[in-house]
């Protein structure tokens, strides 16, 4: 592993957002590819609950796919769950994401993540406020949050339980008066009680990249739809109303099983739709 | 006074000739069996006096019998030396002549009152002696059909007394009924028209019939994951006669056939318990008997529950799945196990089950969830061409009418493995191209790649069409394994 540069408070590359928090690192270790100046791009922060569900899952990833594409730097946590779906979703939408690490700057934590680490640094980078050999323990991750809102105009949560370490994220911003925003979710579901909360406070609610673009001046990247067939524009209109496995899509439908199945790849390959657990979803 | 018989015993499947010498000598009586004889075979002893004497036969008094099992340095086991036992035995007290024994092989379990009954592995003994230049082969009655299977006459015996008044040629070989094709019709197994709904898993069912690939099935319980495993048999081709052959010798060895079906001629299938040892699974013991693997030869290997499997059994399961044969070495010897199966798999998508179940909230914690899905390896999940998620169907899934039945989707996979064989289908150059952005667009690796194309190619076959499409691959693309699970 080359040496990891080292970003001191002082030096002129050191992102102002960041340096103007309330108690900003003294230095930030980075790796990777990306150059210092990325921290400087306008950035969004994407997090969210380590264990979601298909629905956060498929939010977080088309929803950093169309934020990277339209040029914004997105950052987040590199966690499982939604911080990994969120630097998954940049990757494919040919953008910049920056994940800053709760350990040392030579640790890939979580193990299960080293593959994406590796992705990340192709052109992006990993950022810690911790030198290198530094264990990850639960005190540091809040500490880390605080780095993660603080490179951000605005930090998106996608889902988050009502006591989860996405909402200390989303404290710090609404702290140093940075932009926040949720995405809401089904008010039966736990898993979204956290982010319905942040709404009924006040937050943006997310209904679309749209809603985030919005907040830094910018328009949706140019839409270019790929045409896709009859059978899949007929599977799309009822996704866009519901997410649905393909036997239902079928049933509904009336398409053929093995023609569906194609028609459903096809979609898949134009990102128009997302499949998690067997569940099929529009993109946003 | 000497006498001797011959029989086979197995190492592995394989048949060794073995010669049962008996010898007779004035002295303090007693009764010694030596040449590496194990406890079943040392027992025989006991069986065999008492099935003499039941016989109305001469037990040799005041004699020093000594019985050799040559090769004197092969290991022996098993009960099948009882009947060889007692014709050596009489041959040399010259009950009977002895040159009757030179042309025939006998194997079968002595009863206490004289009767014959069977062993395993009777039709590799038979097809041993067959090989050996003998013509007949003696044995238990129940076994003359399957004994009958290795081209060979058998000599059926319900008795001790009546195999001694055959060699005297006191009597003619006893008649035994031969296998009808009646016998040979099968009787009919679960049916896919059982499965309602699941039309996506059911297609897939149906590809990995045409094209031999192993197929994952993943998705919260009670979802008909293993219902469905349990009708792939059903949509198989039948074995052919010289498949048949194989698989019922691995199931005759392990004492699976039933008698009064003797020949296995549907693929077999196989769904070990969970808890099942990594020799169980894959074969061996000390004497190297088959494992599940083999026993599914030609068939279905079912692994219900996958993650819930041993590390071990499932990290020892990567090479016979690659080179279709199990290579067992141990001290007493080597032997290889044919192990050409289709593997079957169902899990769970979370170890409490609830995930992808739309009625239940998955309590699992992230960490718990990686490590349910970690176990099972990259390597491993390569082995699956295909994979299929089949979360719960609604209520409006299961009001559906019955689906297909087996006979008619199993046409279709006969006429497709036809093809695949003859003329396989070859890929246009749009589907080429849309394979090629898969790759890009999808998390698919070269690997990854070269199943879809497989899998394509099956769904070509099944298409009846000359070439694969570029729908057949974007259906094939449909089943590569979820981007949840490691897999490349």
């Known amino acids: 592993m080359t040496e990891p540069r080292v970003l001191r408070r002082r030096d002129a590359e050191f992102p102002q957002l960041l340096a103007a928090i309330h108690d900003p690192p003294r230095e930030l270790y980075l790796r990777g590819g990306g150059t210092p100046e990325q921290l400087s791009y306008p950035a969004v922060a994407i997090v969210g609950a380590r264990a979601c569900s298909g629905y956060g899952r498929s939010v977080a990833r088309s929803l950093a796919r169309e934020l990277a594409a339209a040029g914004l730097l997105v950052v987040s946590g590199m966690a499982r769950g939604i911080d990994g779906e969120a630097h998954r979703g940049a990757l494919e939408g040919g953008g910049i994401t920056c994940a800053v690490l709760g350990c040392g700057i030579d640790r890939d934590y979580p193990a299960a993540h080293a593959e994406l680490a590796r992705r990340i640094c192709e052109r992006g980078l990993l950022v810690s406020e911790y030198e290198p050999g530094v264990e990850p323990a639960p005190w540091r991750f809040p500490a880390r949050n605080r780095i993660i809102a603080g490179l951000c105009h605005a930090t998106v949560v996608v889902e988050a339980r009502e006591r989860s370490g996405a909402l200390i994220t989303a404290d710090f911003a609404l702290e140093e008066g940075r932009e926040v925003l949720a995405v809401p979710g089904e008010i039966t579901s736990a898993l979204s009680g956290g982010t319905n909360a942040l709404l009924r406070l006040g937050a943006t609610p997310v209904t679309g990249a749209g809603d985030v673009l919005e907040v830094f001046g910018l328009s949706p990247a140019q839409e270019v739809r790929t045409s896709v067939g009859s059978a899949a524009e007929s599977l799309l209109r009822n996704l866009r109303e519901v997410a649905l496995t393909a036997d239902e899509l079928v049933r509904m439908t009336g398409i053929d099983p093995a023609q569906a199945s194609g028609a459903l790849v096809e979609l898949e390959l134009a990102r128009l739709i997302t499949l998690e657990d067997g569940v099929y979803r529009a993109s946003v | ?488």
Not at chain 2, 55 to 64: F, G, H, I, K, T
Request: aromatic share 2%; hydrophobic share 45%; net charge positive.
């Open chain 2, 1 to 488: 006074m000497l006498a001797r018989a011959v029989t086979q015993t197995l190492v592995g499947l394989e048949p060794r000739k073995v010669e049962v010498e008996a010898h007779l000598q004035p002295g303090i009586p007693g009764f010694a069996i030596v040449g590496l004889a194990d406890r079943a075979c040392q027992e025989a002893k006991h069986r065999v006096r008492s099935g003499v004497v039941s016989a109305s036969l001469e037990w040799p008094l005041n004699r020093r019998i000594t019985v050799n099992l040559a090769p004197a340095a092969l290991r022996k086991e098993g009960s099948g030396f009882d009947l060889p036992i007692s014709l050596a035995i009489l041959a040399a007290t010259r009950q009977l002549p002895p040159e009757r024994l030179a042309d025939h092989a006998s194997v079968g379990e002595l009863a206490l009152d004289g009767r014959v009954r069977p062993v395993a592995g009777t039709l590799a003994v038979a097809e041993g002696a067959r090989r050996g230049g003998l013509r007949r082969v003696m044995c238990a009655a129940e076994s003359a059909p399957e004994a009958a299977l290795a081209g060979i006459e058998p000599i059926p015996v319900r008795h001790l007394a009546e195999a001694v008044a055959y060699l005297r040629g006191e009597i003619d070989a006893p008649a035994f009924e031969p296998l009808s094709a009646q016998e040979l019709e099968v009787q009919g197994g679960a049916d896919l028209a059982d499965v309602r709904g699941q039309e996506r898993a059911r297609r897939a069912l149906e590809i990995a019939a045409a094209g031999s690939h192993n197929l994952l099935l993943a998705g919260p319980p009670g979802t008909g994951k293993t219902m469905l495993a349990r009708r792939l048999p059903g949509i198989l081709p039948r074995l052919s006669r010289h498949e048949a052959l194989e698989v019922t010798r691995i199931h005759s060895v392990v004492g699976l056939l039933p008698p009064e079906r003797p020949l296995v001629t549907e693929p077999p299938f196989r769904s070990p318990h969970h808890g099942a040892s990594a020799p169980a699974v894959i074969g061996g013991g000390a004497a190297p008997r088959p494992g599940e693997v083999s026993l599914a030869h030609r068939g279905v290997l079912l692994l219900d529950e996958l993650p819930e499997f041993s590390r071990s059994v499932l990290e020892a399961l990567r090479q016979p799945l690659e080179d279709g044969v199990v290579a067992v070495a141990r001290v007493g010897g080597h032997a290889l196990f044919p192990a050409r199966l289709q593997l079957l798999a169902t899990m769970n998508l979370c170890p409490c089950g609830g995930r992808g179940d739309p009625a239940v909230e998955c309590g699992c914690s992230a960490q718990r969830l990686a490590a349910y899905r970690e176990k099972l390896s990259r390597a491993l999940l390569d082995r699956f061409d295909l994979a299929v998620a089949m979360p719960r169907p609604r209520a409006l899934e299961l009001a559906a009418p019955p689906g297909e039945e087996s006979a008619a989707v199993r046409e279709r996979v006969v006429a497709a493995r036809q093809r695949l064989y003859t003329a396989p289908p070859r890929r246009t150059e749009e589907a080429s191209e849309l394979l090629s952005s898969a790759v890009d667009r999808l998390p698919l690796s070269g690997r990854g790649r070269v199943r879809v194309a497989r899998v394509a190619r099956s769904v070509a076959a099944l298409a009846g069409s000359a070439v694969v499409e570029s729908g057949h691959v974007a259906e094939a693309l449909s089943y590569r394994m979820p981007a949840e699970l490691p897999s490349s």
